[in-house]
């Protein structure tokens, strides 16, 4: 079930430096995985459940996977998180990050499909707006086609009202941001010979 592991950074949250801690509260000496499209870290919880997770991130934009298994390895929960790094001169403070899919889009108002649900944000003429290439166009606003539905769009900017209004405003077309690494939690079967092991995939079950 999903419920809020990460206490620190929050969810959408603009961080000024690559190296941050993961801080929250799960179960009593639980592993907790953290995957991103940049980093992976395995830690344990204490007797509390508190954890502290040294990670240094990826300039730009990062999406978390982060879950937890119990004792006996068994999945405990998870969630996931987009956050952006942006060192150098700060942003505003009360600055987010949206990021996803485009799903819908209507006049100046997008819906993106992000890693924890549909989230909507709108631009304007004073959006500066980075599109793939050949059709490049920082400065003057675009027509509503240069921005396709199935693009990766990555929004900076205010949110009032559930909706962010977009400042900066990158839309991806190939080579998307994803997390490819998939967590595995396997039980090893026959002892190292030779630097192998026979594992078992415990969800796969082989």
């Known amino acids: 079930q999903n419920t809020e592991i990460v206490k620190t950074p929050k969810d959408s949250q603009i961080l000024q430096s690559a190296k941050t801690e993961f801080q929250g509260k799960t179960n009593t000496e639980a592993y907790i995985v953290i995957v991103t499209n940049s980093a992976s870290v395995i830690a344990k919880s204490e007797k509390s459940g508190e954890f502290k997770i040294p990670i240094e991130l990826a300039a730009g934009l990062n999406l978390a996977d982060i879950r937890v298994f119990d004792a006996n390895l068994s999945q405990a929960g ?44 709108k631009k304007n003429d004073k959006t500066n707006l980075i599109l793939p290439s050949p059709v490049l166009s920082k400065k003057s606003p675009a027509p509503d086609e240069s921005i396709r539905i199935g693009d990766f769009a990555i929004a900076l900017g205010e ?14 077309r190939e080579n998307k941001p994803q997390i490819t ?18 594992a078992k995939d415990n969800e796969a079950g082989k």
Do not use: H, M, R
Request: hydrophobic share 40%; net charge positive; aromatic share 6%.
């Open 78 to 121: 998870t969630e996931q998180k987009t956050l952006f790094v942006k060192e150098g001169e700060p942003l505003p403070q009360n600055w987010q990050v949206y990021a996803g899919s485009v799903k819908g889009i209507l006049d100046n108002l997008i819906t993106l499909t992000s890693l924890t649900g549909e989230k909507s944000l």
């Open 181 to 198: 690494k998939k967590i595995s939690v396997s039980k090893i079967l026959t002892a190292s010979k030779g630097g192998k092991f026979s």
């Open 159 to 172: 949110v009032k009202d559930a909706i962010l209004s977009a400042q900066d405003l990158e839309i991806i």
